[in-house]
């Protein structure tokens, strides 16, 4: 199964908002608590290793975008030895964003910028060469307009890097999970947001492939057919 961090939002207890606002509740108070570490969900130190491991061997981007960066652990690995790379963090919870912003300039990282944005909708008024979104599509509602949102974030010629639930993330969570943690994981354990292969490239008319492959990471203990990531390159026009 894969890893995900212990630490993790409650739902809140009554809600009479729509799902979409109770996820703002959720994170935010979660991050309002402060006590999260700066580290990925999925994979924890592995995924900015390689993410500095795709940056070596495609290149450093002019852009980064994360979208749900959370407390952003890999681009803030990165930023220090990137400066060239602007980097641009995405959450729902303004509370993440605001913590986030005051690290980097505490940091002196004037190539970090933080702001809020929620899928499906993001209104992100500019492209990027490379758009990442971890660990975050298994608290999103409207999962296939929101693939469609990130890759409409992406410009001619560079990546979409993304993970999601699938139906064995369905059967691990549906055994695994009880409670508040079950809660907070319903689309997943409902069945609701789930993608495969097959939907992705019906959706984006484009062909996803392995980002654990083409990172060479598929033996990582938390990468599993449970853990799909993959990534796509948009056709230059
Ligand atoms: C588990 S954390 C992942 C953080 C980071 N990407 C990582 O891999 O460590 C999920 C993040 O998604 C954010 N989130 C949840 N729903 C969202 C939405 N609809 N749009 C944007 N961000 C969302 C949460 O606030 C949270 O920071």
């Given at each position: 199964m894969s890893?995900?961090?212990?630490?993790?939002?409650k739902p809140a207890a009554q809600m009479n908002a729509t799902y979409a606002d109770d996820t703002v509740i959720e994170w935010n108070d979660f991050y309002e608590n402060g006590e999260y570490e700066r580290i990925a969900y999925i994979g924890e130190e592995a995924m900015p290793k390689l993410l500095r491991?795709?940056?070596?061997?495609?290149?450093?981007?002019?852009?980064?975008?994360?979208?749900?960066?959370?407390?952003?652990?890999?681009?803030?690995?990165?930023?220090?030895?990137?400066?060239?790379?602007?980097?641009?963090?995405?959450?729902?919870?303004?509370?993440?964003?605001?913590?986030?912003?005051?690290?980097a300039a505490r940091e002196g990282l004037s190539n970090m910028?933080?702001?809020?944005?929620?899928?499906?909708?993001?209104?992100?008024?500019?492209?990027?060469?490379?758009?990442?979104?971890?660990?975050?599509?298994?608290?999103v509602d409207g999962v296939d307009d929101s693939v469609n949102a990130l890759y409409d974030l992406v410009k001619p010629g560079g990546y979409l890097i993304f993970n999601y639930p699938n139906r064995y993330t369905m059967w691990t969570f549906d055994?695994?999970?009880?409670?508040?943690?079950?809660?907070?994981?319903?689309?997943?354990?409902?069945?609701?947001?789930?993608?495969?292969?097959?939907r992705i490239r019906h959706l984006l008319d484009a062909n996803p492939k392995s980002y654990w492959k083409l990172m060479d990471a598929e033996a990582l203990p938390f990468v599993g057919r449970d853990t799909p990531c993959v990534y796509l390159r948009k056709p230059e026009n």
């Open positions: 890893t995900v961090r212990a630490a993790c939002p491991r795709f940056f070596e061997r495609h290149g450093a981007p002019e852009s980064f975008a994360s979208i749900g960066c959370g407390p952003a652990a890999a681009e803030f690995a990165l930023a220090p030895d990137y400066p060239d790379t602007a980097f641009y963090g995405y959450d729902i919870s303004e509370a993440v964003i605001e913590d986030n912003a005051t690290h910028h933080f702001d809020v944005a929620s899928l499906p909708n993001l209104g992100i008024d500019r492209r990027f060469d490379v758009v990442y979104c971890l660990a975050t599509l298994y608290f055994a695994a999970f009880e409670g508040s943690r079950r809660d907070l994981f319903h689309r997943v354990v409902d069945g609701k947001n789930l993608l495969s292969y097959e």
